[in-house]
């Protein structure tokens, strides 16, 4: 039998996708697109002039910004990911 091993951010993930979105909280394909740009990352992803190395990072920044401010923020990710990959 195999053994799998459950750390906290394992059931932190877990309940991030299963838990309803509050008002004011990421989109669930927000969430996971953010999730796969932060994967593995070894060189930061830069948004606001700001380096974030981490999911938990960008997604708490994201948190902190107005509404407005948080799609900016967002979408200056993505331009900087798909940027870097071309």
Do not use: C, W
């Amino acid at each position: 039998m195999t053994e799998i091993e459950v750390t906290d951010e394992t059931i932190i993930e877990a309940t991030d996708d299963t838990a309803p979105e509050q008002p004011g909280d990421l989109s669930r394909p927000q969430k996971r697109l953010l999730k796969r740009l932060y994967n593995a990352r070894t060189v930061p992803v830069v948004a606001d002039e700001r380096p974030f190395l981490s999911y938990r990072e960008a997604a708490r920044y994201l948190l902190s910004l107005e509404e407005e401010a948080r799609e900016s923020a967002y979408a200056q990710m993505k331009a900087h990911v798909r940027d870097k990959v071309r």
